[in-house]
């Protein structure tokens, strides 16, 4: 167990954890300043082709990627540009992620620099060797199908290069905010949102905690497994706060009240609370978020904070790893079935030689698609001509390995 | 050969085997097993019977069987039911106690239960069971006989199973036709958890989880009383049929690897299973990772549903007794392990412990839902128990000639 005052002994020890936050785009960039002010320690960096944009911030790192090809103004919704401005600059790019073990990366999609330069910001941090997670904004439903087909487009090549994306929905924002929320308390919401996710694998990184977590520990959970992310947090006060965060953590719009835990593989939970916070209360903390991850690997970490006071924080970070459940493909057809979104391929083809994903995995399959099962094709075997049992939508009858997308090595 | 002690005869038309336990009881309270009879099912699928000849011949030689190893003739049954169609909810009836006197009389607790039971349930639904929970009266709580209390107004809680009429009445008229005579049915997780709870694990609070060939019959006692209850159309056959896919294996060969090499622990090394084919095909090696894997996944997910419907319920804080996993999936190596991994909860591989016999038939857990049926027969049939008709006796003594002749062509 380790004290604040071995904190300060630890950080000047070569194996201190080097964090790194990146927000590309507009969206990321407001965001990552924003919470920078919150987050001592950690380097922040706002990448932007828009240099207006960055030239209005405060407390970051700013770097203006692509001047050449949009002469200092933004990508303009222009996803094509947003991804070549940040190829031009990938050396920059590279020297700014080097000797970092863990990144950041705060992006809206939808739009032009958020959309194209994030995975490639991704794959510029992840071959300098740090571990990349990335915070993603959805944009809005009333934004238009354009725009959210764009997000997705973005979004695939984002999973297909950082370790873990976690997606926050703007429309579930609103939910957080409430209806009378003004838009710029909504995005500010947002913003604290990610500001605590960070803040939250911060704290479980940087020893000062009840419970430690190692960076091992999560490396070995998310590390190239290129996860698909929620998260949830929630805070609470008084005799019951333990409880009561559990709770706010489970009705937290963002988390879907709790049913995405069960489909979690991976949830880091982290409990921040003030200096007379007992294991007792980081143990009813916890249980119920393990409870409601069957399948889960749950990896925990509590911390103190003196400026806590009597509060508890729980922040909740379900990944879900989309290897697994790519895997479903073998027993399906080849072919790209029902996959409902315009191939992501279109960004890439703007003369980049190699596509980022066959650079980084190899093989131009290991590309994480949008997909479902064929229902079809899939083998009921003896329960072809009997009634399905239908359960939550699922045909119990389909081997429980097909549906988990479990691959068999033959 | 007329008895003169009772008889009680539970018979379960399952997805995997039909099994007719034969009960007998001295005093009316304690109950030996005295005979098991047991073949192979081939018309039923998923706890339903979907042919109704194949059924009826394998209910016909099940019972034969079970005359023979007790001695006795059998001429009714108590039979189980299943099916992934069966739902269930709790309702409250409330009456208002008329009397001058106001003391609650049997009167009133048969109208209360009777109010209880009248719900809305769909059209071609049939109550199977309505068991009473706890009784109100005027309000107060908790309350086990209100028979001769004083109050106003007098409210019951119950637990109501329904289930498709049609569905329970294939496997009524199939017995019918063997010719037995059907006293009652039960739902099998009904029938399961009075085999093998005790009053004392009922009052503490405990899930009987019968996992069977073809369903997942489960059902919640918390303080004594039946609180929740549920099938899922998910059994052991649903196992093979995964390894026969995953393994590309026929159905036959699938069953034996479970079987023989099945476990829900996934071994860390590989380890290949080879067997022999026909003269002329080559040896054909199976990985055993895969295939428990295949199995692991299978019965995770089955009892994380039984554990997502416990909690929807909120029923999770009750269950001190903790977890009776019994039918024929209970024999499963590693099951003890991964129910306690998901359920957090004690886990008791269930035997039949309601009852007295040979250790053979009460320590399987796949009997237990048939020996539960004799239980049940025996709290229901309370002294209706009449001496077979003469016509009764004259087709059963045919029928079991036609069996005899049957067997010996």
Not at chain 1, 222 to 234: A, C, P, T
Not at chain 1, 368 to 395: A, M
Not at chain 2, 251 to 262: D, S, V
């Amino acid at each position: 167990m380790a004290t604040r005052k071995s904190t300060t002994e630890n950080s000047d020890t070569p194996h201190r954890i080097r964090l790194k936050l990146f927000g590309v785009g507009g969206a990321g960039g407001n965001a990552v300043s924003q919470i920078a002010g919150a987050l001592t320690g950690i380097d922040v960096v706002a990448v932007n082709t828009d240099l207006q944009a960055l030239n209005g911030m405060a407390d970051v790192e700013k770097m203006q990627i692509g001047s050449a090809v949009t002469h200092g103004l933004g990508a303009g919704g222009d996803v094509e540009l947003g991804l070549r401005a940040a190829q031009q600059d990938t050396e920059r790019l590279e020297a700014a992620a080097q000797n970092t073990d863990l990144i950041f990366i705060v992006a809206g999609l939808g739009g032009g620099t958020g959309t194209g330069a994030a995975p490639v910001v991704a794959r510029v941090a992840k071959e300098q060797g740090a571990l990349v997670l990335a915070f993603a904004f959805l944009p809005f439903n009333f934004e238009g199908d354009r725009r959210r087909q764009q997000a997705q487009a973005g979004l695939e090549l984002l999973k297909a290069q950082a370790d873990a994306v976690i997606c926050i929905a703007n429309d579930k924002l609103f939910k957080v905010a409430g209806e009378n929320a003004t838009a710029s308390d909504a995005f500010q919401r947002g913003n604290e949102l990610v500001g605590t996710g960070v803040q939250a694998f911060w704290q479980l990184l940087s020893r000062k905690g009840l419970i430690n977590v190692d960076f091992a520990d999560l490396r070995n959970a998310l590390g190239s497994k290129h996860s698909d992310g929620i998260f949830s947090f929630g805070t609470a006060t008084g005799p019951d706060k333990s409880r009561a965060a559990v709770k706010a953590v489970m009705d937290n719009p963002l988390l879907d009240s709790g049913e995405i835990l069960g489909k979690a593989e991976t949830v880091l939970v982290s409990v921040l609370g003030g200096p007379d916070m007992t294991l007792a209360d980081v143990q009813r903390a916890v249980e119920p978020i393990s409870r409601a991850t069957p399948r889960g690997h749950v990896i925990m970490g509590a911390a103190i904070d003196e400026a806590h006071g009597d509060r508890l924080t729980i922040t909740v970070v379900a990944t879900a790893h989309l290897v697994a459940r790519r895997a479903a493909v073998p027993v399906a057809p080849r072919q790209p079935v029902g996959r409902r979104l315009p191939e992501p391929t279109s960004p890439q083809r703007a003369g980049n030689p190699a596509p980022v994903e066959e650079k980084l995995n190899g093989k131009k399959d290991a590309l994480p698609k949008q997909e479902h099962l064929p229902l079809e094709g899939v083998s009921r075997g003896r329960f072809d001509k009997s009634e399905p049992t239908l359960y939550d939508g699922e045909d119990l009858d389909v081997p429980t390995f097909i549906r988990r997308g479990v691959s068999l090595k033959r | 050969m007329q008895t003169k002690e009772r008889i009680v005869v539970g018979l379960e038309v399952g997805t995997s085997k039909v099994c007719a336990v034969v009960g007998e009881t001295m005093d009316g309270v304690n109950l030996q097993v005295i005979g098991v009879g047991q073949v192979a099912s081939t018309g039923v699928r998923k706890g339903e019977i979907v042919d109704m000849d194949a059924a009826m011949q394998n209910i016909t030689a099940a019972v034969a069987a079970a005359e023979d190893s007790a001695g006795v003739e059998i001429h009714n049954v108590f039979a189980s039911v299943s099916g992934g169609h069966i739902r269930c909810f709790n309702n409250r009836g409330s009456v208002i106690v008329t009397n001058d006197d106001r003391e609650i009389g049997d009167d009133e607790v048969r109208n209360v239960l009777l109010n209880a039971k009248a719900v809305n349930i769909p059209m071609d639904h049939v109550v199977v069971h309505a068991i009473r929970q706890r009784f109100y009266v005027d309000g107060a709580d908790g309350i086990q006989n209100p028979v001769r209390m004083l109050g106003s107004k007098l409210e019951a809680d119950v637990h109501v199973i329904h289930g498709v009429r049609t569905r329970f009445q294939n496997t009524i008229r199939c017995i019918k036709q063997v010719p037995l005579d059907v006293q009652n049915i039960a739902v099998s997780s009904f029938a399961s958890a009075l085999a093998v709870l005790t009053t004392d694990q009922q009052k503490q609070g405990a899930v009987v989880i019968d996992m069977g060939g073809g369903t997942t019959d489960y059902i919640v006692y918390r303080e004594g009383t039946i609180q929740h209850s549920g099938v899922i159309a998910v059994g052991g056959d649903h196992l093979t049929n995964d390894i026969a896919i995953g393994l590309r294996l026929p159905m036959n060969r699938a069953e034996q690897m479970k079987l023989e090499h099945g476990s829900l622990d996934i071994p860390l090394a590989d380890e290949a299973i080879t067997f022999k084919r026909e003269v002329g095909l080559p040896d054909l090696q199976v990985s055993k990772q895969q295939l428990c894997r295949i199995m692991n996944l299978r019965v995770a997910e089955t009892l994380t549903l039984v554990k997502k419907e416990l909690e929807r319920q909120k029923l999770f804080d009750y269950l001190a007794s903790g977890v009776f996993i019994t039918g024929g999936c209970a024999r499963l190596r590693g099951l003890e392990t991964m129910a306690g991994e998901i359920f957090a909860l004690p886990v008791h591989i269930g035997h039949s412990q309601t009852i007295n016999g040979p250790t053979s038939a009460i320590e399987s857990p796949e009997y237990s839902t048939a020996i539960g049926l004799v239980r049940y027969g025996l709290g229901s049939q309370r002294d209706q128990h009449q001496p077979p008709t003469a016509t009764q006796k004259f087709k059963h003594t045919f029928q079991h000639l036609v069996q005899k002749v049957r067997t010996l062509m």
